[in-house]
């Protein structure tokens, strides 16, 4: 609420126009939505649901490079098409393996990740 009232212009562009007790509703909907739909893909829900998701959405930034949406948007797409060829020549059960094992090489050789720059301190 404080924000609407800080800035009405942009409140209005990132609610769509809605009012806020509207707009809460629509994003509190939202993440339940996309749970029926994951409920109804995989067939049973549990505490631990989102883990591997969570895990691989933050390889996918660091492989980008932390603080570069660019960077994100690449790494997941490569984190994709790492698991994609990995299932395809090897063993489906372990593509989750995959997945972390690029993330412990590129935290070993490239900390910032692919797009991600140094951070300088000065001092």
Do not use: C
């Amino acid at each position: 609420m404080a924000a609407a009232q800080a800035n009405p212009a942009i409140h209005f562009i990132v609610t769509f126009g809605h009012r806020p007790a509207y707009s809460t509703g629509e994003h509190g909907g939202t993440p339940q939505l996309a749970g029926i739909m994951d409920l109804l893909y995989y067939g049973v829900i549990d505490f631990y649901i989102g883990f591997v998701a969570g895990v691989k959405a933050f390889t996918a930034a660091v492989l980008g490079g932390i603080g570069s949406l660019p960077g994100a948007m690449v790494g997941g797409l490569l984190i994709g098409l790492i698991e994609t060829f990995w299932s395809a020549y090897f063993s489906i059960e372990y593509k989750d393996v995959a997945a972390f094992s690029v993330l412990v090489i590129v935290l070993i050789f490239l900390p910032t990740g692919i797009l991600g720059r140094p951070e300088i301190e000065k001092v």
